[in-house]
């Protein structure tokens, strides 16, 4: 998830993995392959026919090791903050499904915010994670989006990206640029992920920033151009 630093917490749900199915897991390797969906890894690890039970357990096993260990990356709480703070005010109203959006994303977090007219910023969570695993996360942190929406992957995430509106989508991954290209929405990468910047501006990132910190500095500036 972009919004946070989800390392720590799933090296521990793997090695809580490994050792109640007796399979070796390199946990080191896996937490540098993150942002597909669990099943993609597990296949490195286990027979086709044992992947979904063992996917299954994985996801049991995750809110008693990998929540906690999981921090908030740098910038994720003033990321979020700038989205739903865009249009407060006394003549703001919330923005509708038709209201044009932003997205902070990853394997987790959208961000969808209104035109003129509808103009009320709205925090749209959109992860390939198991939903009520990508929500406890965020409830440990403190961190308030509007919705959030799980088990969209690369290109699926348009689904959950136009039904909110959104027209900016941001990411750490070159699947999250695939899904805010399929969206129609402008794809904006930060490079605290799995890719590099190179990797995501040759996917097709719009915009590229180092991390989450310079967002809302960049969002003020997208808004400005909107009013």
Not at 72 to 87: F, K, N, S, T
């Amino acid at each position: 998830m972009t919004l946070i630093d989800s390392r720590p917490g799933i090296k521990a749900a793997y090695q809580a993995l490994a050792a109640e199915t007796g399979t070796f897991i390199d946990a080191d390797l896996a937490i540098t392959r993150l942002g597909p969906p669990l099943e993609q890894e597990l296949a490195h690890w286990f027979p086709d026919d044992q992947i979904q039970p063992v996917g299954d357990r994985y996801r049991a096993l995750y809110p008693t090791h990998a929540i906690a260990p999981t921090p908030a990356l740098p910038g994720a709480r003033e990321a979020i903050a700038a989205v739903r703070g865009y249009g407060t005010g006394p003549e703001a109203d919330e923005a509708g499904a038709d209201g044009e959006g932003a997205g902070v994303g990853g394997e987790g977090a959208g961000v969808d915010a209104g035109r003129v007219g509808a103009v009320r910023g709205r925090a749209i969570v959109v992860t390939a994670k198991h939903e009520p695993n990508a929500k406890l996360h965020l409830a440990h942190l403190g961190i308030e989006p509007d919705a959030v929406v799980g088990w969209l992957w690369a290109e699926a995430k348009a689904e959950a990206l136009r039904e909110y509106g959104a027209s900016v989508y941001v990411g750490d991954h070159v699947g999250d640029v695939r899904g805010a290209r399929t969206a129609g929405a402008l794809a904006v990468a930060v490079a605290t992920g799995p890719c590099d910047a190179d990797e995501l501006r040759a996917a097709g990132a719009d915009v590229v920033l180092a991390d989450l910190t310079e967002f809302p500095a960049w969002w003020r500036s997208y808004v400005s151009e909107l009013a």
